[in-house]
């Protein structure tokens, strides 16, 4: 599938179902897996950093529409999305643009990401919320 990347790493999986639209401007890094029914949009620019993990039916939209003058515009903005290495992106979740994921990060099933994710930090809601620390200082974090 390296042709239809701006740059595919080694073993990329990619499971039945998913759309990709303006695939040539996502950057994938190595042993990335990409369940069923994902719906990716990288018209904005879309890096996945390596050993990525994103669940089913999961939603990455680097486009909005905008709203104007009291309704949905035709018109629309793009904005880029990163996702760092080794991040686990739960079923049912939506990736907004303009936002960054850092490095081991979880965001949990049925979340939608809105605003930047420090590295190793589990998150979750609408709108997703830091809900715990997982790595510091070299340490695990266990609770």
């Known amino acids: 599938m390296r042709p239809f990347f701006k740059k595919c790493g080694r073993n990329f999986q990619i499971a039945s179902g998913v759309t990709l639209n303006v695939s ?16 990716i949009n990288a018209s904005g620019g879309l890096t996945i950093g390596n050993g990525v993990i994103i669940s089913p039916m999961v939603v990455i939209a680097t486009t909005k529409h905008m709203y104007q003058n ?3 515009s035709e018109k629309s903005e793009n904005a880029p999305i990163k996702i760092g290495d080794y991040s686990w992106i739960s079923s049912n979740s939506v990736i907004t643009c303009g936002t960054t994921i850092g490095t081991g990060c979880i965001v949990a099933a ?22 715990h620390k997982l790595y510091t200082n070299e340490t695990l974090i266990s609770e």
């Open 24 to 39: 040539r401007n996502m950057e994938i890094g190595d042993d990335v897996y990409i369940a069923h029914n994902c719906w």
């Open 70 to 72: 009291g309704r949905i």
């Open 110 to 131: 049925c979340s939608s990401v809105v605003k930047d994710v420090g590295d190793f930090w589990l998150v979750g809601g609408v709108p997703a919320k830091p809900i």
